[in-house]
């Protein structure tokens, strides 16, 4: 089991920046891809950004390419997602995913972290 708590949320400003954690504990943190998704009151959650466990390559959905940067602290077991140019758009609930296997693949997170809300004002 992997247990997953994330914390940074809060409001913002549109253009402003939050940065999120998540932190891991239970199984070997570094073995696993990790990734942040978001998701909005009757909508399905998507995915934001991953990482891989070993290589450190990223990957980003096309809404937030050039803005967020997701990154990994093997030796704190956290994963970290920095948000910069925040859009009212961004406006949802934030969860940290992890899982065995390849990084960009949704299906692969198994275990998530009970969110955290990010609310961008206009």
């Known amino acids: 089991q992997v247990q997953l708590v994330e914390s940074g949320g809060g409001l913002v400003q549109a253009g402003g920046s939050l940065r999120l954690s998540c932190a891991a504990s239970?199984?070997?943190?570094?073995?696993?891809?990790m990734g942040w998704f978001r998701q909005v009151p009757g909508g399905e959650r998507e995915l934001v950004a991953t990482i891989s466990w070993n290589t450190g390559s990223t990957y980003y959905g096309d809404s937030v390419k050039g803005r967020f940067t997701i990154s990994r602290d093997n030796a704190k077991n956290t994963v970290y997602l920095q948000m910069n140019s925040l859009k009212p758009e961004d406006t949802a609930v934030y969860y940290c995913?992890?899982?065995?296997?390849?990084?960009?693949?949704?299906?692969?997170?198994?275990?998530w972290g009970q969110g955290t809300q990010v609310t961008v004002s206009s």
């Open positions: 239970g199984r070997t943190f570094s073995s696993f891809a």
């Open positions: 995913g992890a899982g065995f296997g390849d990084y960009s693949d949704y299906d692969v997170y198994d275990y």
